[in-house]
């Protein structure tokens, strides 16, 4: 597994370089970044030098693709997505990642299928270039019932999803905090063959009934309530070798610089994976 | 287009011959039975000539895979699904059908992805045969709330569906009375195209306020207030050209002989056909 | 069925503009352009005015994506694809085609199994936009050899193949040049669906043995040997009403300017429909 | 990996209960045999209990359908392939195999696209049930010209058969002999990720030169010339833990019992996996 690191939880950062700067100063192996947007910037060539000159490696790439709203944005976002593919694999970035909320202002049914059509049509263009879309389940409670009707939000109905959708490069983005708020158990990981498993997000949730962890209430590795050292544990045990990334999503921007808490997520990152034993 | 007969609004019958039989004496040319039973009754050489003998083909068969429960059903139906669709091929019948509840007591995301697959794998077996599946939206108000979540019950919903399970060999099966009770009128049926229906089933409303018309209170076509004769001229217009077919579901038994009760079906087909200018 | 004007036939052309212009002149209905060029050009709402001021819509647009070569060369067209069809989509055009060439350098096996899937992949983002997408077989006999290997050239090979490729929106580009030179005859445009053909070219060939009928020696419609009358009442018969496309390919750049040799083909269109009683 | 015995290399058998208790006595842990044959002859619940007295579990079921011929004898072996996958799956196995011969009397793109809609069908079902299916490419230099045209025989190519396949379930069966006939190395497997291997066989080549080596001229691993250390070894540095079955291919018959073949093939077995350090 590669210690991955986001711009979520550093606070505002100047741009795309000091993500890198900061993965590659305090141990961080892969960043969560805009492959296209970092491409257009350097050209590919002097991006793969960049990245290379901090040690770092591109872990996944944001799905452009709106398919949660109308079929004109889905269409506006397939525009540009074969250049964003184009870009991940130029940059030597394999896995596009989306996350599924919880509930939705649409007839369930409904939306189910049009967006495991439209989700198919992502997967089918990112195939062509080497690259998979991983689906977030998303498990905080209060998010169930944000919107008029429920949606999905547990790990077996993203597999089941996974199915339906019917494509060999869709698996799951597997969130700490998600399979926390899911009430779901290292046997739950232990379940999984590790190729169903696109991309690894790692957080930590506060001491408070898990009812009440709040989507955007999360904290640094090491510094909550949730089993870490079984969920990394467990991700090794199948033989999952990709990216596990830091995604701290809070509601108030955290306090310190950008290098202070990139520091203290690298610590605390050294902390849950020696307690993995990793 | 081809005027069909069914069970539905005949009484017992004795057997799949009396159906053909009655189908062959009152006008119609296409019977909905179970093609598997008569190639197996007769062997599909006799089978093929009691149809011809009568001047009758095989409209469609029902779908014999039990896609709404448990996956262990599934797998059971999906055992003898070739079977079935290779006795249809045998006695030339390209359609196999089956309706949609409009709602249900799953989580109805989760389970449109579980039917999504179940009927894609349907029909990836019924197309290697040249058969063709029909899905059947349901517009009765009352089935909308009969279980405890929303499914789909309209005709675009529906050919949403159809394209999240993305086989080409899918398509409607379009019911007049659904129809109706979905509000839907000519030009709905113009926007199609013909390719897009797998079969139609002509039956007629009483005289109820829309809301109230029941599933199971069918009329005779002409019989009531449906506008046939707009529904089979749309159908015309857009080059639709295969079976009509009668499915007179009541709560009570018909009154009559299946002879009595067929023979008016065709009288009932007549008028329509003629009204419709057919 | 719409008449349709392409440029192939007209010598060399100064812009699209000439082109939309020729054809709205001399009773052609619809254009073969490139839609995201004109769009580029002119923006989608003026574009959309421009073809309506000429009374001509987009037929087909040509893939824009190499299929043939190396996968390099198919990502890096692929880049696109999603534009192209959105181009077309914005300007009404439903239809985007691609000549199969009946023999290969590369070994016929894999580079099936190769372009299988290459094919299928822009089908499916041209499916996203509502594009079909038609295959055209090639069928002059000094092609077949050409190349070290055989490839297909047959209509009942290409059948097979959008089988093989096995997406919804795929179908023939029938080329009654092909046809013609495939021995093919109207019983065999009579056994098609018309959902199964997205495009049809209009071209004659010289009385010559067909064996020797070369695919750059093409006449204009009713100047040769080819019973165009039979193939556009078939056409006709089995309800295909997509456009006709002149595609008159040549060795010399044929004489006259583009508007006597565009006004020339309306008339060869108008003698060839009038045989066919269209 | 589990070492796996087949009837391959053992002469003339009882039964399959045989096979069972030759596999049992001799350190093998998997078999490949019929499973809807085990489950039709004691039903599966006892053909279970068989398996687990004996301590081995079926490694792979063979694909029971003729995809290489015509279109009735495809449809006619569909027929009952959904039942050999629910008994697969009701006995435990998770594998279905079948070969590829290099060469072909049809024409071969055309048989490509024949053959990739015929496997994609089988696999939609074999999937339906949890069965993936595994494709041998077969590398013996005679075969590739043994028929009309040559079509494919090397991993590559048969891995981009698979993309084309386009099915998640679908991979490589893995033979060494057609590793070492197509004169690949370590590095080509330690190229390949687990999850595109469903299946492995285990054999041996004799010291003649590789073109010379014969289908059925294979020996027992150890006795000849191929790194069967490396290829073990390559095989478990990449993760793969499924069966490693012998499937000793031979002009005659072997000579001995079947007792003394399987005792001789388990030492075989021992030898490779201990030079491989497994």
Redesign the interface.
């Known amino acids: 597994m590669r210690r991955g690191l986001s711009g979520a939880g550093l606070g505002p950062l100047k741009d795309e370089i000091q993500l890198i700067e900061l993965a590659g100063r305090n141990g961080f192996e892969t960043v969560d970044i805009d492959a296209r947007g970092l491409a257009a910037r350097f050209g590919a060539e002097q991006a793969r030098e960049l990245l290379a000159s901090h040690g770092v490696e591109i872990g996944s790439v944001g799905l452009p693709v709106e398919w949660r709203t109308t079929e004109e944005a889905?269409?506006?976002g397939?525009?540009?997505?074969?250049?964003h593919a184009?870009a991940a694999?130029a940059l030597g970035c394999t896995r596009c990642c989306t996350y599924i909320l919880p509930s939705t202002d649409l007839?369930?049914?409904?939306?189910?299928?049009?967006a495991?059509?439209r989700l198919?049509?992502c997967a089918?263009?990112l195939?062509?270039?080497g690259i998979r879309l991983g689906l977030e389940f998303v498990g905080p409670h209060h998010l169930r019932t944000r919107w008029a009707?429920?949606?999905?939000w547990t790990m077996e109905?993203t597999l089941?999803?996974i199915?339906?959708i019917?494509?060999?490069n869709v698996g799951l983005l597997l969130d700490s905090y998600h399979w926390y708020t899911n009430g779901l158990n290292v046997s739950d990981i232990e379940a999984l063959?590790p190729?169903q498993i696109v991309h690894v997000h790692l957080n930590d949730a506060p001491d408070v009934p898990v009812e009440e962890a709040l989507d955007n209430g999360r904290l640094y590795p090491g510094e909550g309530v949730i089993d870490l050292a079984g969920f990394l544990k467990a991700l090794r045990t199948i033989?999952y070798d990709g990216p596990v990334c830091q995604e701290i999503l809070s509601q108030e921007p955290p306090r310190g610089t950008p290098e202070e808490l990139a520091r203290h997520s690298g610590h605390c990152f050294d902390k849950v994976f020696a307690a993995a034993g990793l």
Do not use: C
Not at 78 to 83: F, I, N, R, S, Y
Not at 107 to 114: E, I
Not at 149 to 152: M, R
């Open positions: 889905f269409l506006e397939m525009k540009t997505l074969a250049e184009a694999r007839p369930a049914a409904h939306f189910m299928a049009l495991t059509r198919r049509t089918q263009v195939g062509a270039y009707n429920p949606f999905i109905e089941d999803w199915g339906a019917g494509e060999s063959r190729e033989g």
